[in-house]
């Protein structure tokens, strides 16, 4: 298929004229990048509580007689409680970062234009969602809705908190100190009338909602958003979320950065219930995660161009084969843009079908596979960058079937990739011939 092809630029003329220009806009908006850089913020929190929670429930049958693994088995059941005091305060309580991150990330957007101080917006927040999420009950603060169940409170919380900070400053509304007062004792006093202003209205409200439904506010939240958590992870949303996400690859924009982002809250929700699942001895009820798109989905990357490097490390090509050669090292941590930009892959029409068919492939067989029970499913926040079999492993707990399955799916995409591969390399080869017979003229007029 040629660049001219009318199919072509059909498609690319739809991605061009109304795709981009609104994932550009969403992409920009002060809202959702506080959202993903405030998730991104936390993340180090979560990987680690993760990464201690792999070790307190062992991938193994609790009847197993191998040594390694009865050892490992009796000592993760004599020091539960210790393992597990890190993911408490980690994974446990992720919303309490979340929410702050948030608001600090948002904050940052109006410090010139409201001269608001990010880390007093991040203060008043956490307060705003402790309020709200976890009411002082017999002595104590219940933490049942500072994990998983708390994000969507959290995101909300911090928007609201910022955004009425930012309204009473645009209206010069609080408390006015003389100059002569020190930046710092000014700010504090900056605090009052939004603390005021947050206790007068979320407080109130938690509280007709306890004595009305018997939850809070989380817990009201997440039921109304229960089914949108659940549609999230069935295979249409899944695919849907894929297309999206490389349609806008294909024509420039980081897709993966756009998507992620935005699924970031239910990919987060769904670990949440899954670990808590986990530590209740349930089965776990939910397959789409932030693991299951990185090391199943897009294998090597996005587009899951891993098969393609494949092909390109035995490819005629001289330039192909540079290419390969190249990638093989950073596609083996999830990193593609020497294969993206090298060949190149970005509007490059050859390419156009399976870079968006090779991951919705993986989507749909990995998808199966955790449905059928063939494999487990994602307990752990792992490091994007982790080599694919090892990462999808650490995942689901050393699920060690997780890794033979990530290798079948990078073969199944280079089988996908290698025709039009071919084809690509059937054109670089008459190039470099005509580049090398034009080389040869030139050198042999040199000589005459």
Known sequence: MSANHPAFNLIFRFVENYVSPVAGRISSQRHVMAIRDGFISAMPFMIVGSFLLVFAYPPFSPTTTWGFA??????????????????????GIMSIYICA????????????SHGLDPFM???????????????????????????????????MVAIYCVEMMRFLKAHNIGIKLPDQVPPMIKNSFDLLIPVLVVVLTLYPLSLFIQSQFDMLIPQAIMA????????????????????????????????????????????????????????????????FMEAFWTFFIVVGGSGATMGLVICYLRSKSAHLRSIG???IVPTCF??????????????????????LLAPMVNAVLAWGAMKLDLIGRVISVVPWTAPAPIGAAWALGWDFRAAILVILLACISSIIYF??????????????????????????????
């Open 101 to 112: 991150a948030i608001a600090y990330n948002l904050g940052k957007h109006y410090v010139k």
């Open 334 to 355: 999830n990193i593609n843009e020497p294969v993206i930009f090298g060949t190149p892959i970005v509007m490059n029409p050859v390419f156009f079908i399976p870079f």
């Open 419 to 448: 025709p039009f591969f071919k084809v690509y390399e059937k054109q670089l080869l008459e190039q470099e011939k005509e580049e090398a017979q034009r080389a040869s003229e030139e050198g042999n007029q040199q000589l005459a």
């Open 70 to 91: 009865r050892a490992w088995l009796d000592l993760a059941k004599q020091f539960e409680g210790q393992i597990l005091t890190p993911f408490d305060m980690t994974m």
């Open 224 to 287: 109304l958003f229960k089914p949108l958590v659940s549609a999230a992870d069935s295979l249409p949303a899944i695919l849907l979320a894929v297309l999206i996400a490389h349609l806008l690859w294909f024509a420039g924009i980081h897709g993966a950065a756009i998507v992620s982002g935005m699924l970031q809250m239910f990919w987060l929700t769904n670990l949440g219930l899954n670990q808590g699942a986990l530590a209740a001895g349930a089965p776990l009820p939910h397959i």
């Open 325 to 327: 050669r190249l990638s």
């Open 121 to 155: 917006c991040a203060m008043l927040s956490l307060m705003a969602f402790l309020v709200v999420a976890a009411p002082k009950t017999k002595g104590t603060l219940p933490v049942d809705s500072l994990g998983g169940t708390g994000i969507f409170t959290a995101i």
